[in-house]
């Protein structure tokens, strides 16, 4: 069958600048670039190339431009390159829509209708470089009231607070598996979680032992398909964390195509080498919320109560009352994973169509907790299209405790955002198992670059909340005086429960 | 409308003056020495706001509530009584006595009532729970009337005026009061309304309070969980709620609760040793959301004590002065000065430190200490009122 498809990225070689030195052909797992050395020429195949900027980045000469292809269908408000090639795919494979990383629709991004406060007169701002600025954050449950007993007349705390996750920066690594991503990037968030006093999260691929080292900073995903959980892997996290559903695919499980379940990947999850390790869509254990305090308790009780259980789900519409019942149902934190959350692999419309953004729920939710009264039982933390520090604050003045970042973090390592993750033909070395392509990240260099965004991230938050006269950042959580809505429409403004600019 | 008169960012921004004077062995002393201390510092306010709350007052009833409401007509006026009477037997009502002032104008019904609670089969909360419940369901609930006192045996005097107008107004001399605290507020951006002048109360708390806190948006939040609705759209009314929340509802102490409205920092609890290091961890993981962020000194009373503190990095004054007969806690040493040659010795304590004065134990607040006991050479009736008149 002839492919109807055409290219969507065009290669551009200035062929006074290339050396024919191959770089190109060796760096591109897409097979894109082909050096003919007798002839003197190097050929682009086009119709592979991802779009993911690695051979522009590392060719030595600065010969190649890669940009998006000219060439369009004649021109259509409904039906875009998009829908036409999805057409053209699935009438040529009979296959399902595929794709990575989060969802890359134009829906409303509120982080971006939201702006901040900084003092003016009436209160001094405070310079974080001169004056002390805290970000320590303690996820966990936290009780309504603190008992404190007089003993010779010295105060003596009485109550014994539930198990509390102490972060350095109120942020975190997302969930992203061991399998979805290698195990060179694995080991450079976990060594810039212990570096930075923060935590990275395993995901549901469970942990290789190498990394058990790094436990103190890991939280241990148990989703659907509880890939690689056992009693160790509960002992040596910091804290445990079942995955209900995620923000780029809610309502269906994981999936690693079997491409990257290589052998030391099928020793971690536990399942045989080269299988498709697909999540069920529920946890089969867990079909009502009195099953989930089951499966809360019996991971509390299997840990001696020593470790906060978390709960992550992705946002949907009723997302307020479910978090609501998740607190009640004994976990210490909840997690709230927007439409715009990252995926090494979904299907596509359910990644583009399904959820809601972050922001929305992450409003709802910490209303509604407050309107029942249980805030306090639980911290809140917010992950899926955090792509700045303001986005860390903004999500913190709505009501987050602390967020998760995933995307970001990757791009740090070098992701460009191609959505190929899938394929398992990451260039970066990130989403990938070939070990030709994974040795392309050190960890070394891995790992500092991800503690400079954190630690770059941390001293822009420093200096936004000493504008807003504030030197501690529990002073920020849920403090949506702090924000103003631009360009947000009533409805909008109330779910947000922050008022227009100008008001 | 009392509360439609407010802007809507419902959050004071104020440079204010503050003063507190209590004698700990219960000796009273009328209104005139706290007008005049406020007034010596009258360039601290601006003519918006000014207040004061006076401890020892009804000593004909000190076990009966008093409410001072302040009504927008008699119509808010009967529906509040409405809601009085479901819950309280009314001893004795009336307005509250007033004098016509310059620069005080169009002030509200300002009425107040004693009140016994009624017996209750209610055994879930208890009396002071139910006042606070009433107070709230009465703010928030009639239209035009707002309860701006509750106690026993103490009240607030507060209006929209220079707070030595606002003295003169409610005829601070004819009350003798052994613990009075002042107020003369700066707002730059509110409206004059009465009830958002300072002192604020509940029960038997009243907090007088210069600065802003930036952090109202969520200590307004963390208290609506406890049941607390801010009404009154100012910073300084979730001071006097925190402050009922931590001491008299969960039993905290009054060092404690320093430590929640502002906390040491991270790194010298992190130095602490171990039993007083989790005590001040725990105080900021519980009570994270009630610190006091931005710059703040206030003057928190009660029937048995006076307390200063200022944020945690003191970016407003407060000074602390001991004479014989009183102990002073003020925005300004001048005042304490002005009103009692006996003030041996003034101090500023440290941002977050909590100075606490008390009444002695066996203080029986009876004795009436004649104005003279301040300055013994010029009887303080003959120094006029300190306003700047010439």
């Known amino acids: 069958m002839i492919s109807y498809l055409w290219p969507r990225f065009l290669v551009e070689r200035d062929l006074r600048r290339c050396i024919r030195c191959g770089v190109c052909t060796r760096q591109c797992a897409f097979e894109v670039h082909h050096l003919y050395e007798e002839e003197d020429w190097v050929y682009s195949d086009e119709s592979a190339c991802v779009g993911c900027l690695r051979c522009v980045t590392l060719c030595p000469t600065k010969a190649l431009v890669v940009r998006p292809n000219p060439t369009q269908p004649p021109p259509n ?157 509960l002992e040596v996290a910091a804290a445990l964390e079942i995955k209900i559903g995620q923000g780029a695919k809610p309502g269906i499980g994981g999936h690693l195509p079997g491409e990257k379940v290589t052998g030391e990947i099928s020793r971690t999850r536990m399942i045989p080498r080269g299988t498709d390790a697909l999540s069920p869509a529920p946890h089969h254990d867990i079909y009502s919320i009195e099953d989930l305090a089951q499966l809360v308790y019996a991971l509390k009780e299997a840990t001696d109560w020593e470790k906060p259980v978390s709960v992550k789900i992705a946002a949907v519409h009723n997302s307020a009352a479910i978090a609501s019942g998740i607190v009640r149902a004994g976990a210490d934190i909840v997690v709230l994973d927007g439409i715009r959350g990252g995926t090494g692999a979904a299907p596509t419309m359910i990644r583009d169509n399904v959820g809601i953004p972050v922001e929305l729920a992450l409003a709802a939710v910490d209303d509604r907790l407050r309107r029942e009264g249980i805030r306090n039982r639980a911290s809140l933390v917010v992950a899926g299209g955090i792509r700045c520090s303001a986005d860390v604050v903004k999500a913190i003045a709505l009501g987050a405790d602390a967020v998760y970042i995933g995307t970001a973090a990757l791009v740090a390592l070098g992701c460009h955002v191609c959505q190929r993750c899938y394929t398992g033909k990451c260039n970066w070395g990130i989403a990938t198992q070939d070990p030709r392509l994974t040795r392309r990240l050190n960890p070394d260099v891995g790992a500092r670059r991800l503690v400079n965004l954190v630690r770059a991230w941390s001293h822009e938050i420093m200096e936004m909340l000493g504008g807003m006269g504030i030197n501690a950042i529990e002073s920020l959580r849920g403090n949506r005086l702090k924000l103003r809505g631009v360009g947000l429409n009533q409805e909008e403004l109330e779910i947000l429960g922050i008022r227009h600019a100008g008001r | 409308m009392l509360r439609e008169a407010v802007l809507r960012d419902e959050k004071d921004f104020s440079a204010c003056s503050i003063f507190g004077m209590m004698s700990p062995s219960g000796k009273r002393v009328n209104g005139e020495p706290i007008i005049r201390a406020m007034a010596n510092m009258r360039e601290r306010s601006n003519g918006l706001g000014g207040g004061f709350a006076a401890y020892g007052i009804y000593p004909q009833c000190p076990d009966l509530y008093c409410f001072h409401v302040m009504f927008d007509d008699h119509v808010a006026r009967k529906q509040t009584e409405e809601h009085l009477r479901r819950d309280f037997e009314v001893c004795d009502s009336g307005p509250i006595p007033t004098r016509p002032c310059d620069g005080v104008e169009n002030p509200p019904l300002l009425w107040r009532y004693f009140l016994l609670p009624r017996s209750t089969d209610d055994c879930d909360i208890g009396e002071e729970d139910r006042v606070v419940r009433v107070v709230m369901e009465i703010n928030v609930k009639v239209d035009g009337a707002f309860v701006f006192s509750s106690g026993k045996d103490m009240g607030v005097f507060k209006g929209v005026g220079f707070p030595e107008d606002i003295g003169r107004f409610f005829r601070l001399e004819e009350y003798e009061a052994y613990l009075w605290t002042g107020h003369g507020r700066f707002p730059t951006n509110t409206q004059g309304w009465w009830g958002g002048a300072h002192p604020f109360n509940i029960l038997d708390w009243s907090v007088v309070h210069n600065g802003e806190i930036s952090s109202y948006g969520i200590n307004r939040r963390f208290l609506e969980m406890y049941g607390y609705s801010c009404t009154l759209h100012t910073d300084t009314e979730v001071v006097a709620y925190a402050v009922d929340l931590l001491l008299r509802r969960q039993g905290l102490g009054v060092e404690e609760m320093a430590a929640v409205f502002a906390p040491p920092l991270w790194s010298e609890i992190d130095r602490m040793e171990e039993g007083k290091r989790k005590l001040h961890a725990a105080l900021r993981q519980v009570y994270g959301s009630l610190l006091l962020n931005g710059p703040f000194s206030v003057i928190i009373s009660n029937r048995r004590q006076m307390i200063g503190l200022t944020d945690r990095i003191r970016l407003r004054p407060l000074v602390v002065g001991s004479g014989r007969d009183f102990d002073y806690i003020s925005s300004e040493e001048a005042p304490m000065r002005l009103l009692d040659d006996t003030v041996s010795e003034t101090w500023i304590p440290w941002g977050g430190e909590a100075v606490v004065f008390e009444l002695k134990e066996e203080a029986v607040p009876e004795l009436t200490v004649p104005i003279e006991v301040f300055r013994s050479e010029v009887p303080l009736a003959a120094r006029g009122t300190g306003r700047a008149e010439g």
């Open chain 1, 77 to 233: 408000a409904n039906w875009t390159t998009e829908y036409l090639q999805n057409i053209y795919k699935q009438a040529e494979t009979g296959g399902v829509l595929l794709t990575g990383m989060g969802c890359d629709k134009g829906y409303p991004v509120y982080w971006d209708r939201m702006v901040l406060d900084a003092s003016q007169v009436s209160n001094p701002s405070i310079d974080p470089l001169r004056e002390p600025m805290e970000l320590r954050t303690y996820l966990g449950a936290k009780p309504d009231s603190l008992e404190v007993e007089r003993v010779e007349g010295r105060p003596v705390l009485h109550t014994k607070l539930a198990p509390q996750l102490e972060l350095a920066v109120p942020i975190m690594f997302s969930a992203i598996s061991y399998g979805a991503i290698s195990y060179n990037a694995c080991e450079s968030l976990a060594r810039a979680a212990a570096e930075l006093g923060t935590f990275y999260n395993t995901g549901e691929g469970g942990l290789h032992r190498n990394l058990y080292r790094y436990g103190k900073n890991t939280i241990c995903q148990v989703a659907s398909g509880r890939f690689g959980v056992h009693a160790d892997y």
